[in-house]
């Protein structure tokens, strides 16, 4: 009877699992389709790469072609000297399974959500497949997720992995865990800090202050810090040590240059990338400002709520309760506060606490649902109303997402995280081809590399050049000056390339001042300089120049 009872066990475990992850699939494939149908019409992949995503593009590419000259150790070594390995496997694994374009990096971020629901999965398995399956219809609904596939940069995944990451630190108490659990739990975090290395220093306190909050909640519960003292020292040990030596291992090759980058964009170029906007603005920026409402939207309103609601319901419950739902709501604060405070903010600088603000999302809904359980044992309802109650309640919330997600996402208008113009679309697609067309003629005036300088990211990303003549091994040297303070210093900068891109003043956000007027004016009397081709379009005009002829 008992093997009959087991093996029952078993397979009913099993059917959930299966069904589960079926789930999650399906998810995924419609979350990927419809977020790559819209980049294609209005987004990444409706022009040739832009920004940040084409540079990892440029180290894939560089890397594979370097990799059959190399050795396992040595490529594999050359791999974590890159600005972020993590895009660059991403990249290699894309252009490897679909040559001949470049969708392929973007495919494969699905499998960032993918591994995001899943983990949805294991932070919530304990309760009903009906709770379980409305967490991963509701979160697939949130903007971030669909921006994840349509960026092939670290910073969405990052945020993804380091929601899940707090999310199994705050969940339950760490005190009582084994070692090894332990031990995995830093590996994990090890593992998400180092997608992102840039914002390793940002990860780490996140991670590190939520285990400490989890683990003083813990020694509170066990009857004071003196009684688990030692104990305390020992979990903390085995959390910490692994995920510093997995942080250090994929991080530590390039970290001079991962500290450089920081040190050389927040206090180097920190005049260039500040907004102005005052400190109070900033504060609200992620939660109900612009980068806020277009990654989370109205799941803003309802995460609050069900936090809220979690708290109500703690405090009725009992000590224990409420002590977790405050330790999670520490984790979701330290998130917040981390890009909040920082003078420089983009959209992409908030994944961190989208992802812990999702997580936390799941997590609050499911722990209202038991705790409403627990209520109404409490209020002596029979158990049959019980049942019938939650199981209605569940049913009623899954209905809810479901209708949301059909609407929002199967047939609703997908977000991108880059939306272009029309006009915008064809000046890239158009300003790119043919500048790459001219270029790819010339040849340096002494033997060497052709030297191109950039005024402008706009409307031809220097770096799609670069990688044009990488995946083409012809010997091209980009150099972007953009970060220069005045058009004297930009225009001085640019003379020490032998051809000259630039593009006329437009108003746009982008890195660098509006000088394209005056350098094109200069670069016109320059003795020396000859003019190759000008392209104007309705937003901006391009300028290429020959030096020395």
């Known amino acids: ?29 419609i979350v990927a389709s419809r977020s790559l149908e819209a980049s294609r019409l209005h987004g990444r992949l409706s022009v040739p790469p832009l920004y940040d995503d084409v540079s990892y593009f440029l180290d894939a590419i560089r890397w594979m072609n370097a990799v059959g000259d190399q050795g396992i150790a040595a490529s594999v070594w050359n791999l974590l000297h890159h600005h972020a390995p993590f895009s660059t496997m991403v990249a290699i694994t894309g252009f490897a399974l679909f040559p001949g374009g470049f ?56 945020g993804l992995a380091i929601g899940l990451a707090a999310g199994a630190i705050v969940r339950r108490g760490v005190l009582d865990r084994s070692a090894r659990a332990l031990a995995g739990l830093g590996v994990a975090c090890g593992l998400a800090v180092s997608i992102k290395p840039t914002a390793f220093f940002a990860a ?23 009684i688990s003292i030692r104990k305390a020292l020992a979990a903390l040990l085995w959390f910490v040590l692994p995920l510093l030596a997995t942080t250090a291992l994929l991080i530590g090759p390039a970290l001079v240059e991962t500290v450089t980058y920081i040190l050389h964009v927040f206090v180097g170029q920190r005049d260039l990338w500040t907004t102005g906007e005052s400190f109070s603005a900033g ?3 992620f939660s109900i400002g612009g980068e806020g409402q277009f990654g989370l939207h109205y799941w803003f309103a309802i995460g609050t709520g069900l936090m809220l609601l979690r708290l109500v319901l703690a405090a009725i419950c009992g000590n224990a309760a409420l002590r977790d739902a405050v330790v999670l709501l520490a984790s979701v604060l330290i998130a917040y506060a981390i890009p909040s405070v920082a003078a420089i903010k983009t959209y992409y600088f908030g994944a961190m606490f989208y992802g812990v603000f999702i997580v936390a999302m799941a997590l609050n809904g499911c722990a209202s649902l038991a705790l409403i359980e627990e ?79 950039f005024s402008s990211p706009y409307p031809v990303t220097s770096a799609t050049i670069q990688l044009y003549a990488a995946q083409a091994k012809m010997n091209l040297v980009v150099r972007d000056e953009l970060y220069f303070r005045s058009a004297k210093e930009t225009g001085d900068a640019l003379l020490r390339s032998e051809i000259l891109v630039l593009s006329s003043s437009i108003p746009h956000t982008l890195v660098g001042p509006r000088v394209g007027d005056e350098l094109i004016k200069r670069m016109d009397e320059e003795k020396g300089i000859c003019l190759l081709d000008s392209m104007s379009f309705p937003d901006v005009t391009l300028r290429v120049y020959r030096r020395g002829c």
């Open 283 to 285: 504060l609200l920026r």
């Open 103 to 158: 969708i392929g990096p973007y495919l494969v971020h699905a499998v960032a959500v993918f591994a995001f629901l899943l983990g949805i999965v294991w932070l919530t398995w304990r309760r009903s497949v009906f709770e379980i399956a409305a967490c991963l219809v509701a979160v697939s609904c949130v903007p971030v997720l669909w921006h994840t596939v349509t960026e092939a940069r670290p910073d969405l995944p990052s």
């Open 375 to 453: 209520l109404l044992a409490r209020f002596g309802l029979r158990n049959d109303i019980r049942i019938y109650l939650l199981t209605a309640g569940r049913v009623l919330a899954l209905a809810f997402v479901l209708q949301l997600f059909l609407r929002h996402v199967v047939i609703g208008q997908i977000s991108t995280a880059t939306p272009l113009s029309a006009q915008q679309q064809d000046s890239i697609r158009l300003a790119t081809g043919r500048l790459w067309s001219v270029l790819r003629e010339l040849r340096p005036e002494t033997p060497g590399p052709l030297y191109v300088g």
């Open 1 to 29: 009877m008992g093997t009959e009872t087991r093996a029952r066990t078993d397979w009913d475990a099993w059917l959930r699992i299966s069904g589960l992850v079926i789930l999650a699939s399906g998810i995924t494939a």
């Open 204 to 226: 780490l306190a996140l991670l590190g202050s939520s285990f400490a909050i989890r683990l003083f909640a813990d020694c509170l519960t066990a009857g004071g810090l003196r």
